[in-house]
């Protein structure tokens, strides 16, 4: 069984240039944890390039083994340094964790 955790979020600031950057913040930092955190297996991740109107600002598709892994990732230190970045420029947030 793989775990794979998908999340998207949407900024808080308004303007889209601010939004555009805190986007391409979180994904840069989320995936420079490859190679850091050893329970990812795959990860992807990137700022929203179509329909700013209507589609979340970034998203992050992340697998590992089992719900375990995804744990330890969730608690890794270099990811919560992620979060605490995350929490600082998000406005909503949306996941979903499903076996493939």
Same mark, same amino acid.
């Given at each position: 069984? /793989? %775990?794979? &955790? $998908?999340?998207?979020? =949407?900024?808080?600031? !308004?303007?889209? #240039? @601010?939004?555009? !950057? &805190?986007?391409?913040?979180? *994904?840069?930092?989320? #995936? *420079? %944890?490859?190679? $850091?955190?050893? !329970?990812? +297996?795959? %990860?992807? /991740?990137?700022?929203?390039?179509?329909?700013?109107?209507?589609?979340?600002? @970034?998203?992050?598709?992340?697998?590992?083994?089992?719900?375990?892994?995804?744990?330890?990732? =969730?608690? &890794?230190? *270099?990811? =919560?340094?992620? $979060?605490?970045? @995350? +929490?600082?420029?998000?406005?909503?947030?949306?996941?979903?964790?499903?076996?493939?």
């Amino acid at each position: 069984m /793989t %775990l794979r &955790h $998908v999340v998207s979020w =949407q900024m808080a600031a !308004e303007d889209p #240039a @601010v939004r555009a !950057e &805190h986007a391409a913040g979180i *994904a840069s930092r989320l #995936a *420079a %944890l490859v190679g $850091v955190v050893p !329970e990812i +297996r795959a %990860l992807s /991740t990137g700022a929203n390039v179509a329909y700013p109107d209507a589609n979340w600002d @970034v998203s992050l598709v992340a697998d590992f083994d089992d719900l375990a892994g995804l744990e330890a990732y =969730q608690v &890794h230190p *270099a990811h =919560q340094e992620v $979060v605490a970045y @995350v +929490r600082s420029v998000v406005g909503n947030r949306s996941a979903v964790d499903f076996e493939v």
